[in-house]
């Protein structure tokens, strides 16, 4: 067998598989077999391709099978192009010319192949391929141009003699001008005569460029414009033909093949239907579900039209069939290789390519056993084009590198491409074809499903693209019937439904990247780096069911159930703090929600007598967002997964919900709903100034929701001691009274600074158990002083039912007492917690190595022991590491002692309050603020009408967080607020309803996807927080799925480690090396992932200081304009001053051969123009600001 013949049956191997195969392998193997040689014929050594990309591998394979030679040229930008790696000689071309223009240069090209003794010059598609003046000086030189002569090229390239030539070949025509068009008078005189619509096209070129329909008389000129300028960029000739527009065609094609001697044959036609803006997306061999009549009638004309104008080599004549009257028109000639060359390939077996070399070296057809009767069409093809275009912004041209590429292949597929690899610069000077996929099957559908898999396996990032739009194509129903129109993707929105890219794994590299040379994406607050190791996850038998716990009997039994089942529960129980209070005091609020999943099924199965589990609400909320950059919602979700057997407990700020300030009461209500829904059991409800109003909202809230109301009384001051009698036993036991009263099923108490001593403990829970027998009592404290267990064994004493611990490894200092050394001291007494002090230490253990990861954020690094001073000074558990690192932060380190007495101080100024979130933050604000200004309590008292105070102190004083027990303290608050309006009732009673569904479209305006519930009620809490996060895993995905080593500091150079992105998806990275700094302040990050070599380039933002950039447009503000997509300025429209409508033209850009008007979208002065006329830009490059 010779190599040819070789090389064909490896390619056609699939073929096999199906008997009806067998005829074309057969005709492929006998066709030009260099058997037969036209005795005048020139044989070819060395060819040339004037052309780029995928056309020039596609000849450059094509040669190397047949022994030629071949040369490549390239442009100054195309330097790193596939392309001229594939040929055997390249060449650079048109040295300081513009992209385009370098593969338009004739005599450069020229010179150059008669100087390296090339022979023949293929050219491809687009460029050259239709200029008769390129044809003609190949002929003047001796060097053979493969394609038809240069007056074939003139007569089929000028539509006006095309069209002629058609009418004399008795081919039907659509009315058209009887020649080209130069100016847009000419065009609105014929739409004068022949009516709207029409279509102009660019009469010296195709492909869809140049090419505009224009349905209004008004928009001639724009239009005109707009594509006689495209037409003359890329072909050299801005003049044009208009012609009457055909509504609803579909677009059908006839290959040809003819030879020098006058012969011509037909392979079968192709269905182009499939376009946008007048360029084919998708192309089918042959034509499904086409009129067999009219298929025959097709092909006669095709055959007849190229016979009567002496047609060699290879073309395609394209009609528009009308559907609806069964007609159809000849609209040209291509007289040259099309882009979708290759499906007729596939279902016919003739490679296009070889057998124009050889027809252009003097074969005839006959030669190449290239009779019509043994042409015969088996099975269909169907080709995609994947561009680097983005179909969500009305396919703009995206550019850049692209950073992974994995093709889909295999049965029945083939790929046509040129730079898709890793690394590979896609620029905006060309094209934006990025890869041909061809899929070959015996049927239609079939053909469509393979496909439709090799689209799904590509992976393509760095640069945008059309895939998931192709996607949707190939899988709508329309499309699999095989009847489609043109005007099929402008009737079919849902085309557009494009499921967002995830591109998880790229994000996350993106991530690390950016962590290795930027440094932290959250500010650590103190030097000390976490720690190498990875703490050890104890075993569990999974074999085993969950357990039942406390959760089971709620969902069976109900709230009221429940409440009366903790009464009669005879031993004293736990909640567990760790996986939120604990780690709000002595971790900053920082614990990850990877570390919580690691320990969740050790609860689930070990300790299921837990009665609770504390681990969302308070400041875990908005910090989940703001820091780590994951979702509370999703930490609630996959936490409930795998714990699906105790209670999930959450504070609520009462009237504040998870926020620091008051909201609508429909927020309110809303969140409580979506917690309950999500996984939440147990709401403790507070407000921080026991004010009653926003507690009761805030029950009701929880009840209605279907929640376990837990309304809490927070404790402050000293009840044992005679001397301080604001919050004595009387204050407590009438707002006890109030929330009983208004239907909670536990009575909280929350002590929230860890003020209870033993014998106040004593006192209030003996005086509350005495009055309601029936009510559940929880207790909450903290450590801070050291008394806490003490406490609590007192509490277990005085018929408290439920305690708040943390776990040994996460207790003490501001944190919840000890739970190990609770359980031990309760062991073998009436009120044993029923917990294994083994399975605790267990417990412990895990979370003693895993706080070595978040030594950045380490409550111990300043703060050694805990400290009785919190008697005096009152400073809640959560809040005092904040306010310590606050001080650090500011400077005040050495002054924090004195900061403990200003917060005394600056509590007594604002009437001794009750300070928890949010109210304890205002005392905090105003303490720091004494300490920077070196002021005292009565310097306050005496300025306060010239200082200028934080906010939240006025905020305070106004009424908008509550009202104190005992009102506020005058005069300082008529001196604050300074004649100011203060409210009287609560806030959110007067405040209108939120408007879930306005916020809905504004997210989806801005983010371009839908958002659930969950979604809207954390942009309502907390709408700049939650903007944030979106952009944030927008650019860097799932960052929660990282370790937390690695996403607080990043890995070490040849570090490993996994991450598990979903059940079943594991990522192994493995860190390789850090490049250099490039001209543009970047560094290229280079990673190996599964097995394959990865790189991500970072800008060095330290680096970057130095460099100058142009300015980006603002997002969010109409008036900052930005470019749409990267390109050059061809004109620009307005000067700096001029008034311009909205709608108005303002510049024209031109990327990848297409123009673009850039209009105003706002009426307004042209404030600043931040570009110039042949100016290159990126997308969202700043162009115009205007007000």
């Not at 950059?629 to 609520?652: A, K």
Request: charged share 25%; proline share 5%; aromatic share 8%.
């Amino acid at each position: 067998m010779s190599s040819t013949m070789l090389l064909a049956s490896r390619r056609l191997t699939p073929l096999l598989r199906t008997s009806q195969s067998f005829p074309l392998l057969r005709h492929y193997l006998k066709t030009d077999t260099g058997v037969t040689q036209n005795a005048s014929g020139r044989k070819i050594k060395k060819l040339m391709v004037a052309n780029r990309g995928e056309i020039a591998i596609r000849i450059f394979r094509a040669c190397t099978e047949m022994n030629i030679r071949t040369v490549a040229i390239y442009s100054e930008q195309d330097k790193m192009q596939m392309h001229r790696q594939k040929a055997d000689e390249s060449y650079l071309i048109g040295k300081s010319l513009p992209p385009v223009a370098a593969y338009l240069n004739i005599p450069e090209i020229i010179q150059l192949a008669l100087r390296n003794d090339v022979e023949a010059i293929h050219p491809g598609y687009g460029f050259l391929s239709e200029r008769s003046e390129f044809a003609q000086a190949c002929a003047d030189a001796g060097i053979i141009f493969i394609g038809p002569p240069a007056n074939v090229v003139k007569r089929m390239g000028d539509k006006v003699e095309a069209r002629q030539a058609a009418i004399n070949a008795n081919v039907s025509v659509v009315p058209g001008s009887p020649g080209p068009i130069t100016s847009s008078e000419e065009a609105v005189e014929f739409c004068k005569q022949y009516g709207l619509p029409v279509i102009l096209k660019a009469a010296y070129g195709g492909g869809g460029r140049g090419m505009r329909v224009v349905r209004k008389l008004e928009d001639i000129k724009q239009n005109f414009e707009l594509a006689s300028s495209e037409a003359l960029a890329a072909f050299g000739n801005g003049a044009m033909f208009i012609e009457k527009f055909i509504e609803r065609p579909r677009h059908i094609e006839v290959q040809i093949l003819g030879d020098k001697y006058g012969n011509v044959v037909h392979l079968y036609e192709r269905d182009c239907s499939v376009q946008r803006r007048h360029q084919k997306l998708v192309e089918i061999a042959p034509a499904p579900s086409l009129d067999p009549t009219i298929r025959k009638s097709l092909l006669s004309d095709a055959v007849r039209l190229a016979s009567s104008v002496d047609y060699e080599n290879a073309g395609t004549v394209e009609f528009l069939y009308d559907q609806t009257t069964g007609r159809y028109y000849f609209i040209e000639v291509n007289a040259r290789l099309q882009v979708e060359h290759t499906v007729t390939e596939e279902i016919t077996g003739v490679d296009l390519v070889r057998s124009q070399i050889r027809l252009a070296e003097g074969r005839s057809l006959s030669d190449l056993n290239l009779s019509q009767d043994k042409i015969e069409p088996h099975g269909f093809a169907i080709q995609c084009r994947i561009t680097t275009e983005d179909p969500a912004k009305q396919f703009q041209p995206d550019s850049g590198r692209i950073e992974v590429f994995q093709s889909g292949e295999g049965m029945g597929i083939r790929v046509d491409s040129a730079s898709a690899f890793a690394g590979a610069i896609i620029s905006p000077y060309y094209d934006s074809l990025l890869v041909k996929i061809i899929a070959r099957a015996s049927n239609f559908r079939l053909a469509a499903k393979k496909m439709l898999r090799s689209l799904a396996e590509f992976r393509i990032h760095g640069v945008k693209t059309n895939i998931p739009f192709l996607m949707n194509v190939i899988k709508h129903e329309q499309f699999l019937s095989g009847i489609v129109d043109t005007n099929f993707i402008d009737e079919h929105p849902d085309l557009f439904d494009l499921p967002p890219a995830k591109q998880r794994a790229q994000k996350l590299l993106r991530y690390i990247g950016n962590i290795m040379i930027n440094g932290p994406s959250t500010m650590l607050a103190t030097q000390l780096p976490p720690s190498d190791i990875e703490p050890k996850v104890p075993t569990i038998s999974y074999a085993n069911h969950i357990p039942r716990g406390w959760r089971n009997m709620l969902l069976e039994k109900g709230p009221v159930e429940f409440s009366k089942a903790i009464r009669s529960h005879p031993h004293l129980l736990i909640t567990d703090t760790t996986m939120r209070d604990a780690h709000q005091s002595l971790l900053a609020t920082r614990v990850r929600t990877f570390d919580l999943l690691r320990i969740g099924p050790y609860l689930a199965y070990q300790m299921p007598q837990l009665f609770s589990i504390e681990n969302w609400g308070g400041a875990t909320f908005d910090v989940s967002m703001r820091f780590l950059h994951e979702c509370p919602w999703e930490r609630l979700e996959q936490l409930r997964n795998i714990i699906p057997n105790i209670p999930f407990q959450m504070l609520l700020r009462g009237a504040n919900a998870v926020g620091y300030k008051n909201y609508p009461d429909n927020i309110i209500y809303k969140f409580c709903e979506v917690a309950v829904k999500n996984g939440i059991d147990i709401f403790r409800i507070f407000d921080s100034l026991n004010y009653l109003p926003n507690l009761l909202m805030g029950m009701d809230a929880v009840g209605t929701a279907g929640g376990v109301v837990e309304g809490s009384i927070c404790y402050s001051g000293d009840l044992a001691n005679p001397k301080l009698d604001k919050y004595n036993l009387q204050y407590y036991m009438d707002l006890t009274d109030q929330l009983v009263k208004a239907g909670t099923h536990i009575l909280g108490i929350k002590d929230m600074a860890g003020l209870l001593k033993p014998n106040a403990a004593r006192i209030l829970l003996s005086a509350i158990r005495d009055r309601y027998p029936d009510i559940p009592i929880h207790l909450h404290t903290h450590d801070t002083a050291g008394a806490g267990v003490a406490c609590l064994l007192a509490a277990a004493e005085s018929g408290v039912d439920i305690v708040d611990v943390a776990v040994d490894s996460m207790s003490g200092l501001t944190s919840q007492p000890s739970m190990g050394a609770l359980v031990a001291c309760l062991k073998h007494t009436d009120t044993d917690t029923g917990l294994s002090s083994e399975d605790v230490s267990t417990y412990s253990a895990y979370w003693e190595q895993t706080r070595s990861l978040y030594a950045p954020f380490e409550c111990t690094t300043t703060m050694r022991s805990g400290n009785a001073d919190v008697y005096e000074n009152q400073i809640p558990g959560g809040q005092y590491t904040n306010l310590q690192f606050q001080s650090y932060s500011l400077g005040l380190g050495d002054q924090f002692e004195n900061v403990k007495r200003k917060y005394t101080e600056a509590n007594q100024l604002l009437g001794d309050i009750i300070k928890v979130t949010p109210s304890s933050k205002i005392v905090g604000d105003l303490a720091q603020f004494m300490v920077q200004n070196g002021l005292t309590a009565q310097q306050v008292l005496d300025q306060a009408e010239e200082l200028s105070f934080p906010s939240s102190v006025i905020e305070f004083f106004s009424g908008e967080i509550g009202f104190p027990y005992g009102g506020f303290p005058e005069p300082l608050r008529t001196k604050i607020m300074r004649g100011q309006k203060v409210k009287t009732e609560r806030v959110g009673s007067h405040m209108e309803p939120f408007d879930f569904d306005k916020l809905a479209k504004q997210l989806k305006e801005k983010f371009k996807r839908d958002f659930d519930e969950r979604d809207l009620l954390s942009a309502a809490l907390y709408p700049k927080v939650f903007n944030e996060f979106e952009e944030f895993r927008k650019i860097y995905g799932p960052v929660d799925r990282l370790p937390t080593r690695m996403f607080f500091v990043g890995p070490k150079i040849a570090e490993e480690f996994p991450v598990d992105l979903e059940t079943g998806k594991m990522l192994h990275i493995k860190t390789l090396a850090v490049g250099e700094l490039t001209k543009a302040g970047e560094r290229e990050v280079f990673f190996e992932m599964n097995g394959q070599l990865r790189s991500i380039l970072i800008s060095d933002k330290e680096a970057t200081k130095s460099i100058s950039f142009h300015p980006k447009a603002l997002k969010g503000v109409k008036g900052s304009i930005g470019s749409p997509m990267p390109g050059e300025l061809v004109t620009i429209n307005v000067k700096e001053g001029d008034v311009v409508e909205k709608g108005q033209k303002l510049a024209t850009l031109s990327a990848m051969k297409m123009e673009m008007s850039i209009t105003s979208p706002i009426a307004g002065c042209v404030k600043k123009i931040h570009i110039s006329s042949g100016m290159k830009v990126s997308g969202d490059d700043l162009l115009f600001d205007i007000e």
